[in-house]
T-cell receptor, first 115, second 115 residues
């Protein structure tokens, strides 16, 4: 398996623009997680899905952020409109279980810069 | 709520010396515990995990960690550091929040190896 695939790897955009980050989880994994990593706040869980259904979105910072998982092999994280403080590395991860005993497999991340 | 504390955001050791990275968790109920490693410009990958059973857990690349319930600790060690061990290390604990399980990460420890 190719592992968790994220695109793009780097994104530079201007404030106010819409940004869409994409993730393809490992085939057969039931859970998908979106994380954000910054120097100030470390690694934060934004939202996670089980069988394509959002389970916990309490980490989504505000209404400008939205995530979807239309099918088992694809998820998007959208920021509209983007702001400079959204600059971070965004990781997608997938697992067979939600994490209690299972390993989460991380993608390489998308480095987002909002100017 | 569960919290994970990593003592020391930066640790430097000489090549060949012992590596000790500290992690404490807050739960009164022992959670499942994990150590992840992040190499530059990459996602996180699992080093090792503790679920139940033997309290000394061995992982990849010669790392091991010992679960100590009395100290609520899960410190990571490696007898002899190698230059390739330079990376950021994250301790994580599983939590159950309103019936949903997820991982809570520590803030990370950056390990530098001195030649």
């Amino acid at each position: 398996d190719a592992g968790v695939i994220q695109s793009p790897r780097h994104e530079v955009t201007e404030m106010g623009q819409e940004v869409t980050l994409r993730c393809k989880p490992i085939s057969g994994h039931d859970y998908l997680f979106w994380y954000r990593q910054t120097m100030m706040r470390g690694l934060e869980l934004l939202i996670y899905f089980n069988n394509n259904v959002p389970i916990d979105d309490s980490g989504m910072p505000e209404d400008r952020f939205s995530a979807k998982m239309p099918n088992a092999s694809f998820s998007t994280l959208k920021i509209q409109p983007s702001e400079p403080r959204d600059s971070a590395v965004y990781f997608c991860a997938s697992s067979w279980t939600s994490g209690a005993a299972g390993e989460q497999f991380f993608g390489p991340g998308t480095r987002l810069t909002v100017l | 709520a569960q919290s994970v504390t990593q003592l020391g955001s930066h640790v430097s050791v000489s090549e060949g010396a012992l590596v000790l990275l500290r992690c404490n968790y807050s739960s009164s109920v022992p959670p499942y515990l994990f150590w992840y490693v992040q190499y530059p410009n990459q996602g996180l990958q699992l080093l090792l995990k503790y679920t139940t059973g033997a309290t000394l857990v061995k992982g990849i690349n010669g790392f091991e960690a010992e679960f100590k319930k009395s100290e609520t600790s899960f410190h990571l060690t490696k007898p002899s550091a190698h230059m390739s061990d330079a990376a950021e290390y994250f301790c994580a604990a599983s939590t159950v929040d309103f019936g949903n399980e997820k991982l809570t990460f520590g803030t990370g420890t950056r390990l530098t190896i001195i030649p």
